[in-house]
């Protein structure tokens, strides 16, 4: 089978299609560093005869592509991608984003789905895209969509952490087929892998623990002082197996690559060093909460937060190098997480290096697709196809 990745980033996607079986025959990305990620990790180490176009989408052309490739129109199996998601975001406030030029590279794709004809596509995109103000352009990719004679059999929003990832990270998602294939209302998107602690299913999410190293006694017990006792209902003992019951990681190698963390000022350690086991800013102290970007505003409580170590992490964002950007100082350690645990929060195995400086490598790992969500949803596509 084949597949071609558009706006494919560093290679979540195609990371995935490739552990699928599926050839990845193009793949098209603007960003040159996440480019020379995916040249490296996709095409050299992995010997994949991708034909990868760093360059601006809106300038390919396709028709000499296809050449190239030696594609006709419907042979192509599945379209991959992710378009640019800044003007969808829902941290946009108020009617911010609605104009943004990049939600134009949504309807893009779709170009490239009435010239290719493939079998069937995924998109992934941030959850925003369904929220009201941007309805038109949702509408207008639904209208594309039948126009091309495209059937959508799901057009709403999955959790990351439902299938294994430790990770909390809602994104939408939308599968189409081409209505010749009379592939009639597949039960998709597949049966979640993995519930909440409260569920009678196993096995539970993922947590955050297992992107980290075991915890030792000491801090077991730190943790129980911090935050298990003070803020739950847990018994000390009860507490105590949960963290020990807790799965774990291992160090992060001292030759890897990716073992970079954010150099922080002398101002930004000592609120790492006030901000408890499992806290926030709201617990490291008035003078924080006053000093901490917040400027007497509510919101964004997970800034200069620690990772919480038994829950799936907060969703792993472009920022996630910056404390300040998020909940995503180290959980025990007086600095931020490192851009490996970051990769693993996304499922990236440790022979994937992101490649660049250290503000480009957070923005490839937090902009991806984690590979192990959408291995799941492109195996289940494949096997309607076959």
Not at 167 to 186: A, C, D, S, Y
Request: glycine letters at 6%; proline letters at 6%; charged letters at 25%.
């Amino acid at each position: 089978m084949k597949a071609i990745d558009l706006f494919s980033g560093a290679g979540g996607f195609s990371l995935a299609a490739h552990q699928c079986g599926i050839d990845v025959v193009a793949a098209i990305e603007l960003d040159k560093a996440a480019s020379i990620t995916y040249q490296s990790n996709l095409i050299d180490r992995l010997k994949s005869p991708t034909k990868l176009i760093n360059g601006d989408i809106n300038e390919v052309d396709l028709p000499a592509l296809m050449k190239e490739l030696k594609l006709k129109s419907g042979d192509l199996d599945l379209l991959l991608g992710g378009p640019p998601c800044q003007g969808f975001s829902t941290h946009r406030i108020n009617d911010a984003g609605i104009d943004d030029p990049r939600n134009q590279l949504l309807l893009k794709y779709f170009d490239f789905v009435d010239g290719l004809k493939p079998k069937a596509f995924l998109i992934e995109n941030v959850a925003g895209l369904l929220w009201s103000r941007h309805e038109e352009y949702l509408q207008k990719l639904l209208a594309l969509a039948e126009e091309h004679g495209y059937t959508i059999h799901f057009c709403n929003i999955l959790n990351a952490k439902d299938y294994g990832v430790p990770q909390n990270r809602k994104r939408v998602f939308i599968f189409g087929t081409r209505k010749n294939l009379n592939i009639e209302n597949p039960d998709f998107p597949p049966a979640a892998t993995h519930f909440s602690p409260t569920s009678e299913k196993t096995p539970k999410w993922k947590t955050a623990s297992t992107v980290f190293e075991k915890l030792t006694h000491t801090l077991i017990e730190q943790y129980i002082e911090d935050y298990f006792r003070p803020k739950t209902n847990l018994t000390d003992d009860e507490a105590r197996f949960l963290l020990q019951s807790l799965e774990y990681g291992e160090p992060v190698k001292d030759d890897d690559i990716c073992k970079i963390n954010m150099q922080p000022t002398p101002k930004m350690i000592q609120q790492f060093i006030d901000t408890p086991l499992n806290g926030s800013r709201e617990d490291a102290g008035e003078k924080h909460r006053k000093t901490c970007h917040s400027n007497g505003y509510k919101g964004h409580k997970d800034v200069y937060g620690r990772v919480m170590i038994h829950l799936p992490s907060n969703t792993v964002t472009t920022g996630c190098n910056n404390p300040s950007k998020g909940r995503f100082i180290h959980p025990w350690q007086n600095n931020g997480m490192t851009l490996r645990h970051a990769a693993r929060f996304q499922t990236f195995p440790e022979s994937f290096n992101f490649l660049g400086n250290t503000t480009s490598i957070a923005k490839q790992i937090g902009n991806a697709v984690p590979p192990l969500l959408a291995k799941v949803l492109i195996n289940d596509i494949c096997s309607r196809l076959k």
